[in-house]
């Protein structure tokens, strides 16, 4: 283990799994508890256009992630706000209107080096120091939203309705956490690829509403269990030379069936 520090690679690999747990448990518990997993995916697919279009148009494929899944998650709530009951259809569209526009341009972009595999599917080993400054900086938005409107979040996840009653935006807590969720999309993607984020970024956190009397021990619990998975499948990767993010997402799987089954049995 200790031999493996001694890489750079491995470095940015373990620092990347903390800051990537970090997100996953703050905003994996959000949409838990709102009930928003298949946004949250709809959102990671649709990032896929943006790195479509950076690969176009030679920007960085994080940037155009960045600009792109934004976007998305704001049309999203425009769209779902009111019309929350017919949300499947609109994050359908979405969904595949992201994957068509990234394909596409990735076509047209004639003899691009970049892996795009990686995006895909993550591949944790091969976070850069770049891509660390990112996730750094999206973790730091999230945990100082969450921090500052920790009150109002707490009342929108659990009673939306009485909340607009006690004069609290909720229309703006909506579109705050749909645009933190593209923030998590983000911060990710690099580690185990938008096609996986939504398990990462879901299962941790709701294992962790099993052991938790409060959000925000859920929230420390799915940090936890998040950095569990990410470490542990990072290291399961690296001896048998096999792929990252799935490695990473299998062993949450595993866990989750494990921890279902005793669930159901009791």
Excluded at 72 to 91: G, Q, T, V, W
Excluded at 191 to 217: H, Q, R
Aim: proline share 2%; hydrophobic share 60%; net charge neutral.
């Amino acid at each position: 283990m200790i031999d493996l520090l001694s890489y750079p690679f491995m470095q940015n690999a373990f620092i990347s799994a903390f800051l990537v747990s970090i997100c996953a448990g703050i905003v994996g518990s959000l949409i838990v508890v709102n009930r928003m997993v298949f946004l949250a995916g709809g959102v990671a697919h649709s990032s896929y256009g943006g790195i479509g279009l950076a690969i176009y148009f030679g920007l960085l494929p994080l940037l155009g992630a960045t600009l792109f899944a934004t976007l998305i998650a704001l049309i999203i709530a425009f769209l779902s706000y009111k019309n929350k009951e017919r949300i499947d259809p609109i994050m359908g569209a979405m969904w595949a209107f992201g994957m068509a526009v990234g394909i596409i341009f990735t076509d047209l972009t004639p003899g691009y080096n970049v892996d795009l595999m990686s995006y895909l599917f993550g591949s944790i080993i091969s976070v850069s120091k770049n891509d660390l400054y990112i996730m750094f900086i999206f973790d730091m938005a999230i945990f100082l939203l969450v921090s500052f409107y920790h009150k109002e979040l707490l009342a929108l996840s659990f009673d939306s309705e009485f909340a607009k009653l006690r004069g609290i935006k909720v229309k703006f807590l909506y579109y705050l956490l749909v645009i933190m969720i593209s923030f998590s999309v983000i911060v990710t993607i690099r580690a185990v690829g938008l096609i996986l984020v939504i398990a990462l970024m879901s299962i941790p956190a709701y294992i962790a509403e099993g052991f938790s009397s409060s959000i925000y021990k859920m929230m420390l619990y799915s940090f936890l269990l998040t950095l569990l998975f990410t470490i542990v499948g990072l290291l399961l990767s690296y001896y048998f030379d096999i792929s990252s993010g799935a490695t990473i997402i299998l062993t949450a799987t595993l866990i989750f069936f494990i921890y279902s089954i005793v669930k159901t049995a009791k």
